[in-house]
T-cell receptor
Framework: AQTVTQSQPEMSVQEAETVTLSCTYDTSESDYYLFWYKQPPSRQMILVIRQEAYKQQNATENRFSVNFQKAAKSFSLKISDSQLGDAAMYFCAYRTSSNTGKLIFGQGTTLQVKP | DVKVTQSSRYLVKRTGEKVFLECVQDMDHENMFWYRQDPGLGLRLIYFSYDVKMKEKGDIPEGYSVSREKKERFSLILESASTNQTSMYLC??????????FGPGTRLTVT
């Protein structure tokens, strides 16, 4: 069975600085997807970024980028120029290539942004 | 924009009560999911449905059941609520594509 591990329960960053959130996963599949979701306090969970396993190029979305290391089964999220609105809980998630869309989530990392 | 709504943001129930949590999505999505979120455990899948009247157990289905009579609505049922079911419950939907859309969550307290 697939597992996802986020080993940093809490992280903090100074506004305008860069922070990296870690995620590792375990799978025997070769075709899958990885995601980072953001859950702001008292607000709905939203997708931040997605990575397809077959793509070697790391995904980027504005200030958000990933470092996808398939052999090491590592998928970290880098947030550049951190903003107060980035404060949230971040979840790493794994999805198989099947069309059910089932996700397996990590434990979450709470990011605090200091002004 | 996709909208996923849940019937209550906060709910307080007594042990032994039957509890219904409802989720509605407005984008004609095939697949819908119920998760529970607990500190340090992330989100764990309770049940999911890939079509009307179709359902599959997730990782932690014990003590829960679901109903999907219409495509847009997916209900989670706690047949006899217990204190260990106190949690945040999140509903999500997707069309089988790559992004799940989440509702705002229901924080359930069982006393």
């Amino acid at each position: 069975a697939q597992t996802v591990t986020q080993s940093q329960p809490e992280m903090s960053v100074q506004e305008a600085e860069t922070v990296t959130l870690s995620c590792t996963y375990d799978t025997s599949e070769s075709d899958y997807y990885l995601f980072w979701y953001k859950q702001p306090p008292s607000r709905q969970m939203i997708l931040v970024i997605r990575q397809e396993a077959y793509k070697q190029q790391n995904a980027t979305e504005n200030r958000f980028s990933v470092n996808f290391q398939k052999a090491a089964k590592s998928f970290s999220l880098k947030i550049s120029d951190s903003q107060l609105g980035d404060a949230a809980m971040y979840f790493c998630a794994y999805r198989t290539s099947s069309n059910t869309g089932k996700l397996i989530f990590g434990q979450g990392t709470t990011l605090q942004v200091k002004p | 924009d996709v909208k996923v709504t849940q019937s209550s943001r906060y709910l307080v129930k007594r042990t032994g009560e039957k509890v219904f949590l409802e989720c509605v999505q407005d984008m004609d999505h095939e697949n819908m999911f119920w998760y529970r979120q607990d500190p340090g455990l992330g989100l764990r899948l309770i049940y999911f449905s890939y079509d009307v009247k179709m359902k599959e157990k997730g990782d932690i289905p014990e003590g829960y059941s679901v109903s999907r009579e219409k495509k847009e609505r997916f209900s989670l049922i706690l047949e006899s609520a217990s204190t260990n079911q106190t949690s945040m419950y999140l509903c999500a939907s997707t069309w089988g594509g790559l992004e799940q859309y989440f509702g705002p969550g229901t924080r359930l307290t069982v006393t």
